[in-house]
Structure formats: C-alpha cells, structure tokens
C-alpha cells in the first residue's frame, strides 16, 4: 500500500503502543506495547513477546479511568513505576531498534498522554520523549481516509476490527490488549484488501464536496456497472443541462 509505505518511510521495525491515562491530568498510568519486524511487502515478519507495565502519576487516577481501565491507586502505588522509569522501561524493551522504529498508536490521545506525563515530570529522558512523538502514527486517522461508518465519522478499533470480521480479543481498556489488537488490524488491513477497497468506494461516494457526476459515476462504478468515456461525458452533460 503506497500511502502506507511512505508514512512508513521506510521502516522494518514496528511497535504497537497503548497508553493509559489518569482521567483530569491525563498522565500515564499504564502501558502495553509489541514489537514486530517487517518483510519487504510491510507484512509481519516477526512478533516479539509483548510487555505491560503499571506506571504511578503525580496526580489521582479518577473514579471514572479506575473503573475504566481496572487500575487502582494502590496498583499504582504498590506496582507502578515513575514515568521516567517507564519511559526506560519501555526503550529498553525495543532494544537497539529503537532508532529505527515507527510507533503505531490509536488516536491522538496517546501522545496527549506523553506530553502531559512529561509536564508532570520533567526528570525523563526528554530524547526518548520527543522521539516516541516524533516518529507516532496514528492509524484511527490513517483509516479513517478509507472507512468510516454510515454518517462519515471514524470508526473505534473494536469496529475497525468488526469492519473486517475480526472481534477484539481479550479486555478492552487493557493497554497490551488494546496494543495487540492494534497490531491485528494492521495485518487484516493488509490482507483484507478487498474489504478495504469496499469501504473506501463508500467513504468517495458520501464526500459531500465531490460534484454531482463525480458522485453518480462512483456510485455506478460501485454498483457494479461499466462506464466508458461516452456515459462519463453524458453524466457531465446531463448535469449541466
């Protein structure tokens, strides 16, 4: 996949991110990651074990993200580890690929987490910081150029997944499932070309800005119907008549 590839730029390592974040300062208090490597086509070469780690915050979780994510205070306490901690925990787990890696997250507010853990402790490594940030993707904005639901809007990662008839596997709101699961529907998007082709003939006939031909030959086109140069050119005529 071309677009895929140049956002790529290149890379052979990927590694899957999900981070959990306390619900009013938006700092970690937990991550999942998994690490693969890749063949030539972008396909999974390899996956690595993946890891999950507690993180403590410098401010209260919130009733709301406890109940969420399953994580308490006292979790944090007894089994977190500062966020400058984490941040090492985490390159070391990438190992010398580090360098050499794309971070593939779900949604922007992964790396709003990363931003405000920093705020809130400024003792981490900044240059692992701003790499992990700097070489993010997000795949929620990437796919939503090709699938989204009836009414144009993006679709989550559970209906991402359901969208190539794949149901999310293990607890929702736990960062290494959420990370694994990534990591799945970045192999059904490149396996499931026909469902991605589907979608995005969907997503050119609901443009709303597309002209009228533009929008009725998609739809043609979409149906099933061939049309050659004579009925492109009619649809056009037909419009301005």
Not at 1 to 16: C, D, E, I, P, T
Not at 186 to 199: A, D, Q
Request: hydrophobic share 40%.
């Amino acid at each position: 996949m071309k677009k895929l590839a140049h956002l790529l730029k290149g890379k052979k390592h990927l590694v899957f991110i999900d981070f959990e974040g306390t619900q009013l300062s938006h700092e970690m208090i937990a991550f999942g990651a998994i690490k693969v490597d890749l063949n030539d086509d972008l396909s999974i070469k390899k996956k690595y074990k993946g890891i999950y780690k507690l993180v403590r915050p410098k401010k209260p979780i919130g009733d709301f993200v406890s109940k969420l994510t399953n994580i308490t205070e006292i979790d944090v306490f007894d089994k977190g580890v500062p966020y400058k901690k984490a941040l090492a925990i985490l390159r070391q787990y990438i190992g010398r690929t580090f360098k050499k890696s794309k971070f593939i997250f779900f949604g922007n507010h992964d790396v709003r987490i990363l931003h405000q853990s920093f705020l809130h402790s400024p003792d981490a490594d900044k240059e692992t910081q701003s790499f992990l940030v700097q070489e993010s993707l997000d795949f929620s904005q990437f796919l939503a150029e090709f699938i989204r639901d009836e009414k144009g809007n993006p679709l989550s990662l559970v209906n991402n997944l359901l969208y190539f008839d794949h149901a999310f596997q293990g607890t929702a709101h736990n960062a290494l499932d959420d990370a694994k699961n990534l990591m799945h529907l970045y192999h059904l998007l490149l396996t499931k070309k026909e469902k991605l082709f589907e979608g995005y003939l969907r997503v050119l006939e609901n443009q709303k800005h597309l002209p009228y031909p533009m929008k009725k030959l998609l739809h043609l086109l979409e149906q099933g119907q061939t049309v050659n140069h004579d009925q492109f050119i009619m649809l056009i005529k037909d419009y301005l008549a």
